[in-house]
């Protein structure tokens, strides 16, 4: 796999450094600190040139909040300026890099792809109901916080030789135990992560039906035996390469039986339904607080399945 080099500079440039700061304001024009930025705008993106180019850059401090939805979990924040944009600027020149080396097989932030994308492979896949009898379903133990810094910072190195830019992702990198969830960079950072991991499977274990959105994996074959013989090889394979453990919920079922829950779809061989929990949520939230927007958006997500009968009774009963 050849080696990206010389992209420093193209992440640095005034030019990339005023894109980046205009794409990291979309929809965010109002926050105080996008606000504070514009009051001196040019001298905060020259100041930020200086930073990157003398190596000065340190990532800020992060604010640290929980969120508790869809489930609890720490959330980092840092300010705009330097860090959005700083991130921003190293995206606009690497988002291309990385997708290139993304398979398939991926869905999570990659343009273009995404939950719909990776529940319609999976649905197209079904089709085929005699090699998809099976389905084996795991996730990573909080995977997010357990990605090792060292592993890594050596996927990074087989993929770039440029040692200005492996000093900034470094120094991101390090600004946090694992990868910070909120950072623009992390979700990036873990699809990366997890690459070779796909390539291994795909091109080694030769797996043809295999569906990953972020840590969570499905794999599907006519064979339960095979896929607990899978199972085995993937859990060396976490352990060996990435120092990651497989949560213990994980589980081989019959697709026929009990459906495989995945990026908010419950998917059968004849037909898709809603996860349970976000039909609860919906129905919540029209009970308590009905609004014009929430219901677009979780409708957004009804249409994409089996969901006419649902759909008619909860609205219905507002």
């Not at 990339?16 to 979309?26: R, Y």
């Not at 600190?33 to 340190?58: A, C, F, P, Q």
């Not at 910072?153 to 600004?175: A, P, Q, T, V, Y």
């Not at 994996?217 to 339960?224: A, E």
Request: with cysteine; charged share 25%; hydrophobic share 40%.
């Amino acid at each position: 796999m050849k080696r990206k080099n010389n992209l420093f500079q193209s992440i640095i440039s005034i030019e990339n450094l005023m894109l980046a700061d205009e794409k990291a304001q979309k929809s965010k024009s109002r926050q105080y600190g996008v606000v504070l930025h514009n009051k001196k705008r040019e001298e905060n993106i020259l100041k930020l040139h200086d930073m990157l180019i003398s190596k000065t850059y340190r990532t800020s401090q992060y604010d640290i909040f929980k969120v508790f939805e869809p489930k609890e979990r720490d959330v980092y924040r840092l300010p705009f300026f330097p860090d959005r944009i700083c991130h921003h600027a190293i995206m606009n020149v690497l988002e291309p890099v990385f997708v290139a080396v993304f398979t398939a097989d991926s869905y999570s932030c990659i343009k273009g792809s995404g939950i719909h994308k990776a529940s319609f492979s999976l649905r197209k896949a079904l089709i085929n109901k005699k090699e998809t009898t099976y389905c084996m379903k795991l996730d990573i133990k909080k995977f997010y916080p357990n990605v090792d810094h060292n592993i890594l910072k050596g996927l990074l190195r087989k993929k770039f030789k440029d040692e200005n830019l492996l000093w900034l992702l470094d120094e991101i990198i390090d600004s946090a135990p694992g990868l910070p969830i909120g950072n623009y960079l992390s979700q990036y950072l873990a699809n990366f992560y997890l690459t070779y991991f796909d390539h291994w499977l795909k091109e080694e274990m030769n797996v043809k039906y295999y569906f990953r959105y972020a840590d969570d994996i499905v794999i599907l074959h006519q064979d339960k035996a095979e896929l607990w013989q899978l199972f085995n090889k993937i859990h060396s394979y976490f352990e060996l390469y990435l120092n990651l453990q497989i949560k213990e919920n994980w589980q081989v079922f019959p697709v026929e039986k009990r459906g495989i829950d995945f990026v908010g779809y419950v998917h059968y061989h004849s037909h898709v339904l809603l996860r349970k929990s976000i039909k609860k949520r919906f129905a919540k939230m029209l009970k308590k607080r009905p609004n014009k927007g929430s219901i677009a958006s979780y409708g957004g997500w009804a249409k994409h399945c089996n969901s006419k009968n649902l759909m008619k009774k909860l609205l219905n009963d507002v």
